[in-house]
């Protein structure tokens, strides 16, 4: 089955049960300053969920475009590493409004995965947050699940992010107890079943997540009941197809295929001589170019802060796996027409905005490829060095020079050293980020007095805006 009929499949499939097709909404969220990018299904319907708004309907069901690269549910890290992250990815939910709850939500999932889908049911698993009995007991009792493959698990609700079974949109807003779904891609995979010590490996992947919302979390952290009981689901596009097409990873899965195919080409004729086609840095091309295209679609541009500056850094973390593979000429931009292709006929802003992506793609790459290469020397000089010394952490300074002379995001040179086992003294960054910050200050003061002094009038020093990297959540301070 392609990605394009499980999608379509699954929509239809809960359209039968009495919910309606509801389209995605934006990756940028329109009204909601808590959010970066839009990290889940739930999140255009968070006001619905909250009992500040009503929809003429109580089940709604989409395909959902969703951004994981800032703020919480950050996976840009884990791009080309694993086998199912991406930092844009489609999330397939089905939605309870006060409605149906946990009964009917794990009963559905189960009907579409074993019956629709026709999922092998030993190969399927499923967790349920530690004290959650009635979870416990319909995967059990009532859908027959053995359970030994049942894993209760807990959560750490206080913490900033808290963890499985416990789900949260953000550090506020709708979250409740929740039931994951897992497939077992079998023995020649490396890992663990889910709860296991080595559950991080790419054997056991959780596919569909079931949260049963239950409360709405507030800055001071206190959980408070929502006006009725609700169900919010999310399954991964990608990985369902991986386990349907019969492959280990999402990369293997059609629309991959064919995108790794036009990233290969792309670096291939821009200096990359045929470089190796099952290349880590091939992957995370063909992810970063879906999160890059969708974002640019939906309004963002490459800048320096906020959404811009998440932008701006997958892009170049883009280029920089291009440069490692022996591109030396913009590449990136041409890898539009492919995801059009892919992805134009679900998605037809892609096809609407083709010609405006590509453009602003290749400003970009232009850009960065006038300082990637003395950048890279420099970083590369840094590391023999650190190697020749037996050293395994980069120096602040170094880091802080490469973002502020060569425009290389604090990630980037992070992902480079963990290739070599290094890691980036972030504190040393910050330290350096903020010694330049003051000192533009004062030379923004000393401007500004002798602005005033010849032109008589008061001068505004509009100065500039500098970054500070906080979990990727990206601050602007302005000099004044
Ligand atoms: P994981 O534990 O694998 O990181 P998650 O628990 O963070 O996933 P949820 O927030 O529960 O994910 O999201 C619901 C579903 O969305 C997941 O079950 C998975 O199928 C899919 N999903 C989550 N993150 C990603 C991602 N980065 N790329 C692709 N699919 C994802
Ligand atoms: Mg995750
Ligand atoms: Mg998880
Ligand atoms: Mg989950």
């Given at each position: 089955?392609?990605?394009?009929?499980?999608?379509?499949?699954?929509?239809?499939?809960?359209?039968?049960?009495?919910?309606?097709?509801?389209?995605?909404?934006?990756?940028?969220?329109?009204?909601?300053?808590?959010?970066?990018?839009?990290?889940?299904?739930?999140?255009?319907?968070?006001?619905?969920?909250?009992?500040?708004?009503?929809?003429?309907?109580?089940?709604?069901?989409?395909?959902?475009?969703?951004?994981?690269?800032?703020?919480?549910?950050?996976?840009?890290?884990?791009?080309?590493?694993?086998?199912?992250?991406?930092?844009?990815?489609?999330?397939?939910?089905?939605?309870?409004?006060?409605?149906?709850?946990?009964?009917?939500?794990?009963?559905?999932?189960?009907?579409?995965?074993?019956?629709?889908?026709?999922?092998?049911?030993?190969?399927?698993?499923?967790?349920?947050?530690?004290?959650?009995?009635?979870?416990?007991?319909?995967?059990?009792?009532?859908?027959?699940?053995?359970?030994?493959?049942?894993?209760?698990?807990?959560?750490?609700?206080?913490?900033?992010?808290?963890?499985?079974?416990?789900?949260?949109?953000?550090?506020?807003?709708?979250?409740?107890?929740?039931?994951?779904?897992?497939?077992?891609?079998?023995?020649?995979?490396?890992?663990?079943?889910?709860?296991?010590?080595?559950?991080?490996?790419?054997?056991?992947?959780?596919?569909?997540?079931?949260?049963?919302?239950q409360f709405n979390r507030t800055?001071?952290?206190?959980?408070?009941?929502?006006?009725?009981?609700?169900?919010?689901?999310?399954?991964?596009?990608?990985?369902?197809?991986?386990?349907?097409?019969?492959?280990?990873?999402?990369?293997e899965i059609d629309l991959f295929?064919?995108?790794?195919?036009?990233?290969?080409?792309?670096?291939?004729?821009?200096?990359?001589?045929?470089?190796?086609?099952?290349?880590?840095?091939?992957?995370?091309?063909?992810?970063?170019?879906?999160?890059?295209?969708?974002?640019?679609?939906?309004?963002?541009?490459?800048?320096?802060?906020?959404?811009?500056?998440?932008?701006?850094?997958?892009?170049?973390?883009?280029?920089?796996?291009?440069?490692?593979?022996?591109?030396?000429?913009?590449?990136?931009?041409?890898?539009?027409?492919?995801?059009?292709?892919?992805?134009?006929?679900?998605?037809?802003?892609?096809?609407?905005?083709?010609?405006?992506?590509?453009?602003?793609?290749?400003?970009?790459?232009?850009?960065?490829?006038?300082?990637?290469?003395?950048?890279?020397?420099?970083?590369?000089?840094?590391?023999?060095?650190?190697?020749?010394?037996?050293?395994?952490?980069?120096?602040?300074?170094?880091?802080?020079?490469?973002?502020?002379?060569?425009?290389?995001?604090?990630?980037?040179?992070?992902?480079?050293?963990?290739?070599?086992?290094?890691?980036?003294?972030?504190?040393?960054?910050?330290?350096?980020?903020?010694?330049?910050?003051?000192?533009?200050?004062?030379?923004?003061?000393?401007?500004?007095?002798?602005?005033?002094?010849?032109?008589?009038?008061?001068?505004?020093?509009?100065?500039?805006?500098?970054?500070?990297?906080?979990?990727?959540?990206?601050?602007?301070?302005?000099?004044?």
């Amino acid at each position: 089955m392609k990605a394009a009929e499980i999608r379509q499949t699954f929509l239809k499939f809960f359209e039968s049960k009495g919910h309606t097709i509801v389209p995605s909404s934006p990756v940028v969220p329109g009204d909601d300053p808590t959010l970066l990018f839009t990290n889940a299904g739930m999140n255009q319907f968070k006001d619905v969920f909250l009992g500040f708004d009503k929809r003429p309907y109580t089940r709604a069901t989409t395909a959902q475009k969703c951004i994981r690269a800032g703020g919480k549910h950050n996976d840009l890290e884990n791009v080309g590493y694993t086998a199912r992250h991406h930092t844009f990815f489609e999330m397939l939910g089905n939605f309870s409004f006060g409605d149906y709850f946990k009964r009917d939500a794990l009963k559905y999932a189960w009907e579409l995965l074993t019956e629709h889908f026709k999922l092998p049911k030993d190969k399927l698993w499923a967790t349920v947050y530690a004290e959650d009995d009635e979870a416990y007991d319909i995967w059990v009792k009532e859908i027959g699940l053995p359970a030994e493959r049942v894993v209760r698990i807990g959560d750490n609700k206080g913490a900033r992010y808290a963890s499985d079974n416990f789900w949260m949109m953000g550090d506020t807003g709708p979250c409740g107890p929740c039931s994951e779904i897992f497939y077992d891609h079998g023995p020649e995979v490396a890992g663990g079943p889910p709860g296991s010590p080595d559950a991080d490996g790419d054997r056991y992947i959780e596919i569909w997540n079931n949260v049963f919302m239950q409360f709405n979390r507030t800055e001071d952290g206190q959980m408070h009941p929502l006006p009725k009981p609700s169900v919010d689901t999310g399954m991964g596009l990608e990985r369902i197809a991986a386990v349907l097409q019969g492959v280990h990873s999402n990369y293997e899965i059609d629309l991959f295929v064919n995108l790794l195919a036009a990233a290969k080409q792309a670096v291939d004729v821009a200096g990359a001589k045929d470089c190796d086609p099952a290349s880590p840095s091939l992957k995370v091309i063909a992810d970063h170019i879906r999160a890059c295209s969708f974002t640019v679609a939906d309004g963002v541009i490459p800048g320096n802060e906020g959404r811009g500056y998440v932008l701006r850094r997958i892009c170049r973390r883009a280029i920089r796996h291009g440069y490692k593979l022996g591109a030396r000429a913009p590449f990136f931009h041409r890898l539009v027409p492919a995801l059009v292709k892919e992805m134009g006929e679900a998605y037809p802003e892609l096809r609407q905005q083709q010609e405006r992506i590509t453009d602003v793609l290749k400003q970009e790459e232009e850009r960065f490829f006038q300082t990637i290469a003395n950048g890279m020397e420099i970083l590369e000089s840094a590391l023999a060095t650190l190697a020749q010394a037996g050293k395994s952490e980069l120096d602040g300074e170094t880091a802080f020079k490469l973002h502020d002379t060569y425009g290389f995001p604090l990630d980037l040179t992070a992902d480079v050293c963990r290739e070599r086992g290094v890691t980036v003294d972030a504190a040393g960054f910050d330290a350096a980020m903020a010694r330049q910050r003051e000192q533009a200050r004062a030379a923004g003061k000393f401007k500004m007095a002798q602005g005033l002094e010849y032109a008589g009038v008061p001068t505004t020093f509009h100065g500039y805006d500098k970054l500070v990297h906080e979990q990727c959540q990206v601050v602007a301070v302005y000099v004044d």
